[in-house]
């Protein structure tokens, strides 16, 4: 795995998870980086939700430092907007670059009160650990009901030599992204302006992030943030910036993939095509009422063809279509044409729906362009048991 130059990352345990696994992650730039974002839409965002989208307009998108902590949300608190404001002062103090050039964020149980002494007495301990070699450690300290390990990289040749990218991300419950639990934080070394970063970084979230889901609900802390600090000298122009956002779009795609597949009590990685639709946006209304069903869900979980679910659930999405004009496919067999039942082995389709992989298709006969993939995971028992006892 090759990493981006000139980016530093540590980690540890400072008490704020009930179980002894480190709890805060830093990631710095070793000089000012344009930084871009995306948020929640959740109403009851957190408070470093909030300090972020300030701190990145007060630097004019140029940010240094990236500090989370795990076990904690600092969502609905008094004290909230005081802890998140103390860890960003005290941290800018330790590495000596000014406070709207870091960038918050927290993941974990809403509305318990934060003691924001457990990050600030450890903050000179974290930034003495600094290392390029600790960059797993960093994915690592940010989940939480995660399963495994979330990282993907990239590397592209343009001209001028060759630029890395990096990303990690968390996430596996209250996941339905919406960017605007789910925190990404991906990095390069290209050189890259800060309204140039903010325009890709929309765009590849629209095609990954905004295209996953793994039970409807949006988290008040969603977070994605961005960073390009030129370390490789590298000044992307003309196609070669393009081909930069297209490798951008491809590893969120893939970090994307990999919160639905280890989604909570999750069996299988769901991936939702539908096309034939009169516009992309309404593609993926459908694709994502099909996803967030439970009744959906949990057929798929049971190897269960039952096609009628998702056409259940494409006719609540409120676009128009007439049920003639339906095809769906499961693993590629068909199982609806024209809005009715074909013939199909259900022994070999239920054996196919037994892989870990599930593709479901859903097609208009038409002349509708429109077309939307989506990412999802079944529902098993597990996730109830896991919410079930989530803050105890």
Not at 54 to 63: E, F, H, V, Y
Not at 180 to 190: F, G, R
Not at 247 to 272: S, V, W
Request: net charge positive; hydrophobic share 45%.
């Amino acid at each position: 795995m090759t990493l981006p130059l000139g980016y530093r990352y540590a980690t540890l345990y400072a008490g704020i998870r009930k179980v002894a696994k480190d709890d805060l992650s830093l990631i710095v730039s070793d000089s000012p980086a344009s930084a871009a974002a995306v948020f929640t839409q959740n109403k009851a965002a957190a408070a470093p939700v909030k300090l972020g989208r300030k701190n990145l307009a007060a630097s004019k998108g140029i940010a240094r430092a990236i500090i989370t902590n795990a076990g904690n949300a600092n969502c609905a608190t008094r004290t909230g907007d005081k802890v998140a404001n103390e860890t960003v002062r005290a941290l800018a103090k330790a590495l000596k670059i000014p406070a709207n050039q870091v960038l918050p964020a927290s993941t974990g149980v809403i509305g318990v009160e934060l003691d924001v002494t457990k990050i600030t007495t450890n903050l000179p301990a974290l930034v003495e650990a600094l290392s390029p070699d600790k960059f797993d450690q960093a994915a690592d300290a940010i989940l939480t009901t995660d399963l495994t390990r979330k990282v993907a990289t990239a590397s592209l040749s343009v001209k001028g030599g060759v630029i890395h990218i990096a990303g990690m991300t968390k996430g596996s419950g209250m996941i339905q992204p919406l960017m605007a639990t789910t925190l990404a934080y991906i990095v390069t070394d290209a050189v890259i302006s800060p309204a140039d970063l903010r325009k890709m970084l929309v765009k590849a979230t629209d095609r990954s992030y905004n295209c996953m889901s793994v039970d409807g609900d949006t988290s008040t802390n969603d977070t994605v943030y961005l960073l390009a600090n030129g370390a490789s000298g590298i000044k992307l122009a003309g196609q070669d910036k393009a081909l930069f956002a297209q490798a951008l779009t491809l590893l969120m795609e893939d970090l994307a993939r990999q919160i639905a597949r280890d989604g909570e009590g999750a069996k299988k990685l769901i991936t939702i095509e539908v096309a034939g639709t009169k516009s992309d946006k309404d593609a993926l209304r459908i694709a994502r009422q099909i996803a967030n069903s439970p009744l959906v869900k949990t057929a798929i979980a049971g190897s269960d063809p039952n096609w009628g679910r998702i056409l259940m659930a494409a006719g609540n999405a409120g676009v128009n279509f007439e049920v003639p004009q339906v095809d769906i496919n499961f693993q590629g067999m068909a199982v609806c044409r024209k809005g009715v039942a074909v013939d199909f082995s259900e022994a070999e389709l239920t054996k196919l729906l037994d892989e870990p992989d599930v593709l479901v298709q859903f097609q208009l006969r038409g002349p509708g362009t429109g077309q939307a993939r989506f990412f999802t995971c079944d529902f098993t028992e597990g996730y109830i048991k896991i919410n079930g006892s989530y803050r105890t």
